[in-house]
C-alpha cells in the first residue's frame, strides 16, 4: 500500500500548503498589504476545482479497496469533470428570466463532482462483488499523477505571476 500512504502525503502536504497559505494571506491583510486572491482567476479556479475532484476520486476509489471483500459491493467512480460546462456556469452568474410560461427554466446550480456506480466490472467474483483490486490500484495510480501534475502547473502559474509582477525570487 505504498500507493496509498504517497498519496495520502501529497493530500496532507496540499492541506498543510493551503493552511499555510491561509495563514500567510490573514497576516498579511492584519500589516495592512494587498491581497490578490488567486482563486478569483479562472485557471486557478479550473485547477483546484480539478484538484478537489482528484481528491474525491482518491477517497472513492479507497472506499471500492476497503470494500473489496464485501458480498455485492459494486465499485464506484466519480464522473469526469467537464470544463466546458463547468467554466461557463461559474464565470456567468446571472439568473435567466422565464418570460413565458412555455420557456424552459434554467438549470440550477449543481455540483460537478457526483458519483457513479461503475457498471463494466472485469470481473465478478461468486459473492457477487465487482471489486478488481488492480483496476482500483491503476486508477488509484493515474489519480496521485494528475494530483501531481496540476499541483506542479499550480505552481508555475504562481511563479508566473510572481515574474509578470517583479515579485521574482530567486
Known amino acids: 500500500m505504498a500507493y496509498a500512504a504517497d498519496t495520502w502525503e501529497v493530500g496532507l502536504a496540499y492541506g498543510v500548503q493551503a493552511n499555510r497559505l491561509?495563514?500567510?494571506?490573514n497576516?498579511?491583510?492584519?500589516?495592512?498589504?494587498?491581497?490578490?486572491?488567486?482563486?478569483?482567476?479562472?485557471?486557478?479556479?479550473?485547477?483546484?476545482?480539478?484538484m478537489n475532484w482528484l481528491a474525491e476520486r482518491?477517497?472513492?476509489?479507497s472506499q471500492n479497496v476497503a470494500n473489496a471483500d464485501t458480498p455485492n459491493y459494486r465499485p464506484k467512480d466519480l464522473?469526469?469533470?467537464d470544463f466546458k460546462d463547468a467554466g461557463a456556469a461559474r464565470?456567468?452568474?446571472?439568473?435567466?428570466?422565464?418570460?413565458?410560461?412555455?420557456?424552459l427554466a434554467?438549470?440550477?446550480?449543481?455540483?460537478?463532482?457526483?458519483?457513479?456506480s461503475q457498471n463494466d466490472t472485469y470481473e465478478t467474483n461468486p459473492a457477487g462483488n465487482g471489486v478488481?483490486?488492480?483496476?482500483?490500484?491503476?486508477?488509484?495510480?493515474?489519480?496521485?499523477?494528475?494530483?501531481s501534475l496540476m499541483t506542479r502547473l499550480y505552481g508555475k502559474q504562481k511563479q508566473m505571476f510572481s515574474i509578470a509582477l517583479g515579485r521574482q525570487q530567486g
Open 58 to 61: 482518491q477517497t472513492v476509489l
Open 106 to 116: 434554467g438549470a440550477a446550480g449543481s455540483s460537478a463532482v457526483k458519483s457513479e
Open 91 to 103: 464565470s456567468f452568474k446571472m439568473a435567466l428570466v422565464r418570460t413565458h410560461e412555455s420557456h
Open 79 to 81: 464522473k469526469e469533470l
Open 27 to 50: 497576516d498579511s491583510l492584519s500589516k495592512g498589504e494587498s491581497y490578490m486572491d488567486m482563486n478569483q482567476l479562472p485557471v486557478f479556479r479550473m485547477m483546484a476545482s480539478k
Open 22 to 25: 491561509e495563514r500567510h494571506r
Open 132 to 147: 478488481v483490486l488492480e483496476e482500483q490500484l491503476i486508477k488509484v495510480g493515474q489519480t496521485r499523477h494528475e494530483y
